[in-house]
């Protein structure tokens, strides 16, 4: 079935920066890729997602890319604020997976320091 | 803005207990999903439902487990008689139908602690 992997597992940047974080599948059948936030005692929120006809989608300060032939897609948060802080989620999710099942990436702590 | 709303937020159980879990998903969806988070790793699925019955679930959900949207708001996760290893967050999701199925909007979870 679909492997996500997710890197770094931690990620401290200061106010300002930019954050790059990144996820690899296995299953080359999978077209849609969300990113999940989650905050200290919350859910997960949707924040982005990227279907896999698009190379790249753009909201505010966050931005999806998509390499279908390496299989991989990153999360870029750009002029990080401090409210950015949070482990963020990867998913995929496919035909061979089945349409419904996300499979998740391990997640990323980031920590942006004012 | 609607969103996917979760009770209780924290349940403890003695082992071998029926636990349910309890979600209200938002209003206009039609698909209902339960995933789990052990603590420190990753979310994973369990089931996904849709006009009254499973559409795909996971090795997880064996047979301690079932589902059910007893009425036209709430959609419940019953745990039979819970196992320690049952102890983790528990999240109900829904997408909307056509386009918006793919995008599942999550509640806040339920901490199940299994004693």
């Known amino acids: 079935g679909e492997n996500v992997e997710q890197h770094p597992s931690t990620l401290s940047v200061q106010e300002g920066d930019s954050a790059v974080i990144k996820c690899t599948y296995s299953d080359s059948a999978s077209n849609y890729f969300p990113w999940y936030k989650q905050e200290l005692g919350k859910g997960p929120q949707l924040i982005i997602d990227i279907r896999s006809n698009v190379g790249e989608k753009k909201d505010q300060r966050i931005a999806v890319t998509l390499n279908k032939t390496a299989k991989h897609f990153s999360l870029h948060i750009t002029e990080t604020q401090p409210e950015d802080s949070a482990v963020y989620f990867c998913?995929?999710?496919?035909?061979?997976?089945?349409?419904?099942?996300?499979?998740f990436g391990t997640g990323t702590r980031l920590l942006v320091s004012p | 803005e609607p969103e996917v709303t979760q009770t209780p937020s924290h349940q403890v159980t003695q082992m071998g207990q029926e636990v349910i879990l309890r979600c209200v998903p938002i209003?206009?969806?039609?698909?209902f999903y339960w995933y789990r988070q052990i603590l420190g790793q990753k979310v994973e699925f369990l089931v996904s439902f849709y006009n009254n019955e499973i559409s795909e679930k996971s090795e997880i959900f064996d047979d301690q487990f079932s589902v059910e949207r007893p009425d036209g708001s709430n959609f419940t996760l019953k745990i039979r008689s819970t196992k320690l290893e049952d102890s983790a967050m528990y999240f109900c999701?829904?997408?909307?139908?056509?386009?918006?199925?793919?995008?599942?909007?999550f509640g806040p979870g339920t901490r199940l602690t299994v004693t």
């Open positions: 209003s206009n969806h039609l698909y």
């Open positions: 998913a995929a999710s496919g035909r061979n997976t089945g349409f419904q099942k996300l499979v």
């Open positions: 999701a829904s997408s909307a139908p056509g386009r918006g199925i793919d995008e599942q909007y």
